[in-house]
């Protein structure tokens, strides 16, 4: 079992900068991939980034490419969202989550664990 606790989320302006935090305990933090999905009102669930277990490899949706920027540190088993010249369009409730596979991944079914979120909203 893996407990994963999001932070950092808020209210800002069209163009600001986030740092969203997710602290994971239970199980051996690197031994999962770890990702970013966000779900706005009346939208599903969407990838939004994802590092490898080890933090060697990252991958992002396209909308966030360029602004956003995924991290770890296992020695603090946290997971890093850097969420910079934000837009409206990226208000949502963020949550991490966590899979057993080395590798990264943006497929929402590899995730086992997840977290409760954070809202992180954009105002124009």
């Known amino acids: 079992q893996v407990q994963l606790v999001e932070s950092g989320g808020g209210l800002v302006q069209a163009g600001g900068s986030l740092r969203l935090s997710c602290a994971a305990s239970?199980?051996?933090?690197?031994?999962?991939?770890m990702g970013w999905f966000r779900q706005a009102v009346g939208k599903e669930r969407e990838f939004v980034a994802a590092?490898?277990?080890?933090?060697?490899?990252?991958i992002y949706a396209n909308s966030v490419k360029g602004r956003f920027t995924i991290s770890r540190d296992n020695a603090k088993n946290t997971v890093y969202l850097q969420m910079n010249s934000l837009k409206p369009e990226d208000t949502a409730v963020y949550a991490c989550?966590?899979?057993?596979?080395?590798?990264?991944?943006?497929?929402?079914?590899?995730?086992?664990?997840w977290g409760q979120g954070t809202q992180v909203t954009v105002s124009s």
């Open positions: 590092i490898s277990w080890r933090g060697g490899s990252t």
């Open positions: 239970g199980r051996t933090f690197s031994n999962y991939a």
């Open positions: 989550a966590a899979a057993p596979t080395p590798i990264a991944t943006m497929n929402r079914n590899d995730y086992r664990y």
